[in-house]
């Protein structure tokens, strides 16, 4: 995305003067305002002089990272109005420029307003033509304006350092990575609820002893229909990944009675496969996983076949956990989020027409198995560890 910034920026299609005739937004966040049926929108914009190290432009407010009016990359932007529409017009008069929604990054929305239905919130976005199927969507726990105003990650355009960090997260195993593309598809579905990941901000001290402001991606938000109903912790969204295919890579950590042992994740594949057995709906889901050992804190040599084997063991029971975990929460929360309902409407469509109108009240009643495959293929470049008890 950052490449589409700098063709726009340096290009000979494009001067300076075309270029201040225009605002470009990176990223979006949506609050409820506190007069009720408004909405508190805030936009974080990039100033292409800035950027450049050529100057230019030092209004603004708050930009990404630290420095000058004039240094910082992005200023921040905020309105109140009640749509999102009216909002984008709104800024459009105070930027003095028409609002640029093309290389919009993020949009952002508040926990409180999640959770009182988000539709409205990004209807524009999915109707309007500019703003691309591919940007990202979070929930903030707290203020999503908030979120706009710090900076994220070593990128001096905040908004696409947390568009950075929410496909590392996924990644990871860490956390789903919604587009607004999805987000609509899985809004628009019957058979599948939706998901977004959580963005957090925390206080840390740096090397100086100076108290900072981080962005965290902190679980997974679980919605029924267009509001939040819950959400996941670290481990429930990554169970929530396995069930969904997504785990591509990320640390399994076993308890030896010595000590504990990563497990570096390198291949995983899931199935999920319904069944109506004597009118009980049952959901088998299938996961083979493949591992490497990256470390580890005992003196046992793990090369061994009978170690390697209880490894294995140890990893399978570990998923199984976190899957389960998922599952639980998300029937607690009465929100098929992994698409079980898809699978069933696919392979049993007649018996799914009977059963579509009552899916969020059979949803947590159903019967899930699980058949782990684990294997551990690689213990690294040692043979025996390096340490070994006398």
Known sequence: MILLIIVVLFTGCWDWEELNNLTIVSGIGLDQAEEPGKILFTAQVIRPAALSGSGGDSGGTRGGGEGSAETQAVRVLTTTEETVFQAVRKLSTQASNRLLLSHLQVIVISREAAEQGIYHYIDFFARDPEPRPDIRVLVAEKEAGEIMRQPCGVSNIPALGLYRAVQTAELNALAPDITMQEANIRLASETIELIAPIAKLYQEKGVSGVTKTRIDIDGTAVFRGDKMVGKLNHRETRGL????GKVKTGIIVTEH????????????QSKITPEIRNNELVVKIAVDVT?????????KNLTDPVMIASLEEKQTAEIKKEISGAVKKAQELKADIFGFGDELRRKYPEQWKKLEQHWAELFPGIKIELEIKSQIKATGALIEPIYQQK
């Open 241 to 244: 990944l396995w069930i969904l």
């Open 291 to 299: 591992s490497n050992l990256g470390d580890q804190q005992c003196s």
């Open 257 to 268: 009675a010595e000590g504990k042992q990563s497990l570096e994740i390198v291949k995983a």
